[in-house]
Structure formats: C-alpha cells, structure tokens
T-cell receptor, first 112, second 110 residues
Framework: KQEVTQIPAALSVPEGENLVLNCSFTDSAIYNLQWFRQDPGKGLTSLLLIQSSQREQTSGRLNASLDKSSGRSTLYIAASQPGDSATYLCAVERGGYNKLIFGAGTRLAVHP | NAGVTQTPKFQVLKTGQSMTLQCAQDMNHNSMYWYRQDPGMGLRLIYYSASEGTTDKGEVPNGYNVSRLNKREFSLRLESAAPSQTSVYFC?????????FGPGTRLTVL
C-alpha cells in the first residue's frame, strides 16, 4: 500500500530563509507527483506537477524535484516571505486516473 | 472561469439525516473526485469518476454514494449521516495528470 510521509510536520522560519520541505513515498511505481498549498479554511492550490518522466519543475521561487528510485521529492522555497505561510501537501498518483494519495502536510510559518 | 465549485460551504446535520454535496467544474475535465480531509490524516479518496457515466470506489467509500450527472457535475450523497462523517469534503477534477480542487464543504454531524 502506498504511503506518503511529509517531514517536518511543522516549520517556523524567519523571512528571507531558503527552505526545503520533504516528501517520501513507499512505492516508487508512481505516475505523477503534485505539490499543493492550502491556506487555513481554504481549498488546495496546485503549485507544481512533476510527471513520471520528469525530475524537476520550477515556478518562480519554487522548485520541486522527484527521485522515484529513492521514493523522495523535495520542495525548495527560495527567499521565503510571510505570504508563503500555509500548509504544503504532496500527493502521488498511482494506478492511473489521477487518483491521489496525500501526505499529511507540512505547516509552514514565515515570520517577519 | 470559476474552476471547481462546491455547495454548500457549511452544513450541520443530525445523525441519520441525509444530504447531497454538489460539485461542478467548467474546465471540461473528464475525471472528477471526492476527498475528505480529517485532522492528522490528510486527504483520503472517497469516490472518483474517470469519465461521464462511470464511478468507482476510492479508499473510504462506506456510507457514501455518488452520481456523475454529466461531464460537469459530480455529486456526493450521505444517505444516513453519522458523527464519523464529520469532515471537510473536497471535490476535484483533473486533466493531464494535474488536479484542481474546489473550496470545500465543512460538514458537522451531531
């Protein structure tokens, strides 16, 4: 059974720091991996999608990498800002039809 | 372009009552999903629909039914609500491997 783990569960950093969020999965036979952001009381916003043939994706200050053989993905946030404060979720797709299996998330707080 | 919309935003039910959560997407996606989110457990798939006219069970389907009314709409029904179904429910649609989520319905069952 595919399990997705995110470490750390919570993170508090001062503004301006570069940081790394980790996501690991137990079954390397995945199709895609997607990173989401969730603000309190809100829905999920897609940040980055890494398809199975890709190793990384970049969007602005965000960079996500995927290493299927080791079962790991990292989300790198450069020059963090208070507006980055949110919960970050990774999800892997296995078995087709874009059915996603989620990690529990990393709750990030960036303080001025 | 509204993306994925859900109604209602909030709902309180008594044990045994029934209700239907509505979801619609305007992105012409084939696949649609219902997830529930509980503290400490992340999101779990309840049901999904790979295309209009088809539905399949996800990880936690017990106590729920779904209807893919057309390509745009995918509803989730609780026939006899139980306190264990207190949760936040999210609808999603996807295309080319990327999923898009609605704002959620916060359901409390007393």
């Amino acid at each position: 059974k595919q399990e997705v783990t995110q470490i750390p569960a919570a993170l508090s950093v001062p503004e301006g720091e570069n940081l790394v969020l980790n996501c690991s999965f137990t079954d390397s036979a995945i199709y895609n991996l997607q990173w989401f952001r969730q603000d309190p009381g809100k829905g999920l916003t897609s940040l980055l999608l890494i398809q199975s043939s890709q190793r990384e994706q970049t969007s602005g200050r965000l960079n996500a990498s995927l290493d299927k053989s080791s079962g790991r993905s990292t989300l790198y946030i450069a020059a963090s800002q208070p507006g980055d404060s949110a919960t970050y979720l990774c999800a892997v797709e296995r078995g087709g039809y874009n059915k996603l299996i989620f990690g529990a998330g990393t709750r990030l707080a960036v303080h001025p | 372009n509204a993306g994925v919309t859900q109604t209602p935003k909030f709902q309180v039910l008594k044990t045994g009552q029934s209700m239907t959560l509505q979801c619609a997407q305007d992105m012409n996606h084939n696949s649609m999903y219902w997830y529930r989110q509980d503290p400490g457990m992340g999101l779990r798939l309840i049901y999904y629909s790979a295309s209009e006219g088809t539905t399949d069970k996800g990880e936690v389907p017990n106590g729920y039914n779904v209807s893919r009314l057309n390509k745009r709409e995918f509803s989730l029904r609780l026939e006899s609500a139980a306190p264990s179904q207190t949760s936040v429910y999210f609808c999603a649609s996807s295309e080319a491997g990327e999923a898009f989520f609605g704002p959620g319905t916060r359901l409390t069952v007393l």
